[in-house]
């Protein structure tokens, strides 16, 4: 492709996304099933590029830093607290499912037995890491679905993968995969890419400890997923649990090496990147349709493949719906025994939406890309383009049925707008006052009886804010001097309240995104002493 073709087409996704991703804000639309509708317009529109989606583009490009965000804004806290249900659903649910449609394509789809069943299993199981959550954030899910539901997207992506790794050894070269090298693997995969994220991590983090300078460090942390992935790559680990591995130990860290203008400048920019990304994936789902059509044209008849479209996502719909009720309450049941955790097992309705939230998106399309179009022995991979076609059918019709008819499910099960995240959200900034309310108080005893007067605005101020009111920064007296110690003391008790803040999220009492809550609002007004944010 020529540079100008290339940049005619960047710049078209990228018009693409501005564009229907703000009609999508308007129509009230999350806007990853606005763009995926976009995109499926716009693929049959005369005239339009036809913008062929490259497998590597995704696997090398796209899905690094968008896992590396998705693990960063993760609380470890409630990902730790989870882990067993979490591992349930990415794990459990992912075998389930491939078994389910191994056995099912096998007695359906003309052609296929139980090895190729597994392959298509394997590409249809892992959940989308951005769409359900986006929703479920919207709509103000309860957190305990929210948590989950991100766990899951952020593991289940690895085990999937290596399910389709087994499913390929098996057709394409002809192996039989034990279940000793089965479970030899998983535990490498597993354990080597964790570790490898780990390692990543603990050198980003003593790099960043030595650099306090917004451009390096955003340039340091756009690096850190794609090494972390290129390095799990290479020793045969799994690059995604790498990545993840790595985000989540760094954004636990990061309140100890960003400072607070490097915090608000780099945050900022991962949300405009976070959402470009994302926005390209989802636009270039929609545009494929006439690839995936194309390649499966003239050997089936239209009414054919859109039922068969439709009965097999309502089967991968079901199985994650027979999974979530069982998987459930044993996950709970091994919660309350094996960890002591006093959770009751959820309400029906909580875990109906959990198996209504299961939206496939752009890596279960682009490892059905990557699948190699000849066999070990030169034949044709057998039914390729008929896997292809239902795993795209499969991103659709979860995409888009199930994420418009989610809201009004969430809204008629009565679960929207839940508020249990900002309860410990006030607690913390009560705790955070009162912690520079005592510092203030010990400040006065050791200092000038010349500064009372700052002491006093200052100490009104955060009573003032204890009480809820909402009441400008205290005003100096004039003098210099007094200006200076107010500065001084005022961004002294901002450090305080940081470390309020910092040793709850430490103590397991609030999770690390009610911290950031906190974090960004103590960064904006410390910013305000410091000359602006872009010292």
Known sequence: MRVQTLELVVLLLLVFVAVFAAVARRLQTPYPIGLVIAGLILGFVPGIPRINLDPDIVF??????????????????????????????????????????????????????????????????????????????????????????????????????????????????GESPTVFSGVLRLLWLTAGGIGVGLVVGRIVEWIEMQVDDAPIEFTISILVPYAAYFAGQQLRASGILAVVASGLYLSRQSARFFSPNVRIQVYSVWRALTFILNGLAFVLIGLQLPYVVAGIRGRYGWGTLLVSGLLFSAVVILLRLLWVYPGAHLAYFLRRRLLGQKE??????????????????????????????????????????????????????????????????????????????????VDARRIALEAALSHLEDARAKDDPGFTGVYDDLAQHYRDRLNGLSTPDGEDDGSGKAREKYEELTRELLQV??????????????SDEVLRQLEHDVDLREARYSGGLLD
């Open 344 to 425: 009751p097992t959820p309400p029906l309705r909580h875990m109906f939406v959990v198996g209504w939230t299961g939206m496939r998106g752009v890596i279960a399309l682009a490892a059905a890309l990557a699948l190699p179009r000849v066999l070990s022995d030169g034949s044709p991979f057998p039914q390729r383009d008929l896997i292809v076609f239902l795993t795209f059918g499969v991103i659709v019709v979860t995409l888009v049925a199930q994420g418009l008819t989610l809201p009004a499910i969430i809204r008629v099960l009565g679960l929207a707008g839940d508020r249990g995240a900002n309860c410990e959200e």
């Open 497 to 510: 309240e940081r470390e309020a803040a910092l040793r709850l999220r430490n103590e397991g009492r609030i």
């Open 60 to 173: 090398f490009v796209l899905l690094p830093p968008l896992l590396y965000a998705a693990a960063w804004m993760t609380s470890w806290r409630d990902f730790s607290y989870n882990l067993i249900s979490i591992l349930f659903l990415a794990v459990g649910l992912v075998a389930f499912t491939v078994a389910g449609i191994a056995l099912v394509a096998k007695a359906s789809f003309p052609g296929f037995d139980w090895r190729l069943g597994i392959v298509l299993g394997a590409l249809v199981a892992p959940t989308d890491a951005v769409a359900a959550t986006t929703i479920a954030r919207r709509l103000g899910l309860p957190r305990r679905i929210v948590d989950v539901l991100e766990g899951e997207s952020l593991v289940n992506d690895a085990t999937g993968l290596l399910a389709l790794q087994f499913g390929l050894a098996i057709v394409v070269q």
